[in-house]
């Protein structure tokens, strides 16, 4: 109910403007002291996913094998450069996201896919866990749309697991990635910097399957990055 409410209210007052000037963000990984905005090396892959709050999904991330690096930020919405506060009021529109530069020959879209799928609960719709509001929705913002046929797939052999252990329908949307704007300094890599904080991340036990597109095949669709 209050959540209904707030999203109401969202509505009535409208999206905020915003800036043209980026946030300030940290210029390294605080875990591997990889640059977060590049140059990426050549030949790597990128993914955005938002699975609630996303100090808990980064750590999940940045921890798996064959990610160069990780960041946080917002994507999803129409705020240009939005601030935390901005995007926590729900006018925004954007959802709290992590940035994943991965290499191909180390790690899968898949492989990432499952850490996704398993590491949050799909099926809350605008929340996740005690976290409500629309910035904590599920969702995966590609940028090839070879990838999306994988996360389709994906999505489809989860949602059958879930059903089999009695869990509703999956709400995670799937879409296209727009800007990606990244967070304030402090957000990069927050459970790195702060071990006790936070995090309202928690999975619904059902394993996601693998395998269903192919990993040879994924490796070779993915997206490329040339930039360095």
């Known amino acids: 109910m209050i959540q209904h409410l707030k999203t109401l209210l969202a509505e009535k007052l409208g999206t905020l403007p915003g800036r043209a000037e980026p946030i300030a963000t940290a210029a390294f990984h ?61 006018r925004t529109g954007h959802a709290e996201s992590v940035l994943v530069v991965f290499d191909p020959l180390l790690t899968s879209l898949e492989a990432l896919l499952k850490t996704f799928w398993e ?53 995670t949307t799937i879409e296209r990635a727009g800007p990606f704007y990244f967070a304030e300094a402090y957000h990069q890599q927050y459970l790195a910097k702060n071990p006790t904080g936070y995090c309202g991340l928690g999975g619904t036990g059902v394993t996601c399957p693998t395998g269903i597109a192919g990993m040879d095949d994924d490796r070779r669709s993915g997206t490329r990055l040339d930039n360095g």
Request: glycine residues 14%; proline residues 6%; charged residues 15%.
């Open 30 to 90: 605080a875990v591997s002291g990889r640059p977060l905005k590049g140059p990426y090396p050549a030949g790597l892959e990128q993914i955005i996913f938002a699975m609630g709050c996303y100090w808990g999904a980064e750590r999940q991330l940045w921890r798996q094998d064959g990610v160069w690096v990780t960041a946080v930020g917002n994507c999803g919405g129409k705020t240009p450069n939005p601030s935390y506060e901005e995007v926590c009021t729900g």
């Open 119 to 171: 590491g949050h609960d799909p099926t809350q719709g605008n929340r996740q866990g005690n976290d409500v509001g629309s910035q904590y929705r599920s969702a995966v913002f590609w940028m090839n749309p070879a990838h999306e046929r994988v996360i389709l797939a994906s999505r489809a052999a989860y949602q059958r697991d879930l059903t089999a252990a009695g869990y509703g329908a999956i709400t």
